[in-house]
T-cell receptor
Framework: DQQVKQNSPSLSVQEGRISILNCDYTNSMFDYFLWYKKYPAEGPTFLISISSIKDKNEDGRFTVFLNKSAKHLSLHIVPSQPGDSAVYFCAASDSLTGGGNKLTFGTGTQLKVEL | DADVTQTPRNRITKTGKRIMLECSQTKGHDRMYWYRQDPGLGLRLIYYSFDVKDINKGEISDGYSVSRQAQAKFSLSLESAIPNQTALYFC???????????????FGEGSRLTVL
């Protein structure tokens, strides 16, 4: 039972354009959402997060949007750069289980930013 | 040097062998985790530990065991490896959740295990 789903295994975008990565979840107890980025031969690194009390969080070129009624979140990268080419994982947690650190990850989306 | 170090980085073994993957961290975090990554399945939690005396099963703990030897060390064992345990394994650490930092895990570089 995949509680966090990333339905697009890959996405290709031109440099300078917007990249939009999507994530859906089924567990209504999730109250914190995160995006991680992973380069080949490296571990995932934290990118940006959002609490369920917000619907938007912005950090430089990265913005995460949360639609609780639809159980959907998205990561916008604008403008996209070649260095953004990586696998992006969506993750979720609920503060009642594991103190908010027990993350459930999606399957990942491979983003390729082309020149 | 990496804050979260995993050894070995690559290992090929045979079915039935015992394997240990080790993780050490210099971040001073109390919480440590083991995840495995499989193509099309993302990262799945195997075991986690919130302090030296605390061990908890994750969603896919069958066939695995762990040992938290010290705050800085958390090892994962496969008592009798089987081919479907072929995967990329990640150790991670975190601090206790604080405002704005819930869920931020720090990952090692991964240990690629192949079971023939």
């Amino acid at each position: 039972d995949q509680q966090v789903k990333q339905n697009s295994p890959s996405l290709s975008v031109q440099e300078g354009r917007i990249s939009i990565l999507n994530c859906d979840y089924t567990n209504s107890m999730f109250d914190y959402f995160l995006w991680y980025k992973k380069y080949p031969a490296e571990g995932p690194t934290f990118l940006i997060s959002i609490s369920s009390i917000k619907d938007k969080n912005e950090d430089g070129r990265f913005t995460v949007f949360l639609n609780k009624s639809a159980k959907h979140l998205s990561l916008h990268i604008v403008p996209s750069q070649p260095g953004d080419s990586a696998v992006y994982f969506c993750a979720a947690s609920d503060s009642l289980t594991g103190g908010g650190n027990k993350l459930t990850f999606g399957t990942g989306t491979q983003l390729k930013v082309e020149l | 040097d990496a804050d979260v170090t995993q050894t070995p980085r690559n290992r090929i073994t045979k079915t039935g062998k015992r394997i240990m993957l080790e993780c050490s961290q210099t971040k001073g975090h109390d919480r440590m985790y083991w995840y495995r990554q499989d193509p099309g399945l993302g990262l799945r939690l195997i075991y986690y530990s919130f302090d030296v005396k605390d061990i908890n099963k994750g969603e896919i703990s069958d066939g695995y065991s762990v040992s938290r030897q010290a705050q800085a060390k958390f090892s994962l064992s496969l008592e009798s490896a089987i081919p479907n345990q072929t995967a990329l394994y990640f150790c991670a650490t975190s601090d206790a959740p604080t405002s704005g930092r819930t869920g931020e895990l720090f990952f090692g570089e991964g240990s690629r295990l192949t079971v023939l």
